[in-house]
């Protein structure tokens, strides 16, 4: 049962992934780019930014992640929307395809859940075999 529990989340979750990735996967152009380090204004921290030339325009796009190091030059693949080439992101597995703060709340939620259901049919189960047995339970043809 918790084999077929996980492989249900795998699925779900994939075909989640497939269609709500912005920008969109199937609309979308996949272009390299170079990290270059920018300088944040806010709390002055080197942050890398992707560097990536559509349309003939230059555009950035932030490329820290968790869990993610880059250096300086590094060539990276930024998809985009054509229609919109600012609204871009970094095309890889962690990052693009995986993020942290879908995985962590789904597989809580889906855990939570899973345990509850589990919980709730056993106990039930339970109370079902009782009241069946007390059913069928032969009676005496004739009383004593």
Do not use: C
Request: charged share 20%.
């Amino acid at each position: 049962m918790i084999r077929t529990a996980i492989l249900f989340y795998i699925i779900i979750y994939s075909l989640y992934t497939v269609f709500t990735r912005r920008p969109d996967y199937f609309d979308g152009t996949i272009i390299p780019a170079t990290i270059q380090f920018n300088t944040e204004v806010h709390t002055q921290k080197k942050l890398p930014f992707a560097h990536y030339l559509a349309s003939g325009k230059m555009y950035a796009v932030d490329a820290s992640y968790l869990f993610r190091n880059y250096h300086s030059g590094e060539q990276v693949q930024v998809i985009y929307e054509a229609s919109n080439p600012a609204q871009a992101g970094i095309y890889s597995w962690w990052g693009y395809w995986l993020r942290w703060q879908e995985i962590i709340p789904s597989l809580l939620i889906y855990s939570i859940l899973f345990y509850a259901a589990f919980s709730i049919s056993k106990k039930e189960a339970g109370d079902t075999i009782i009241e069946t047995e007390k059913a069928y339970r032969k009676k005496k043809k004739y009383a004593d």
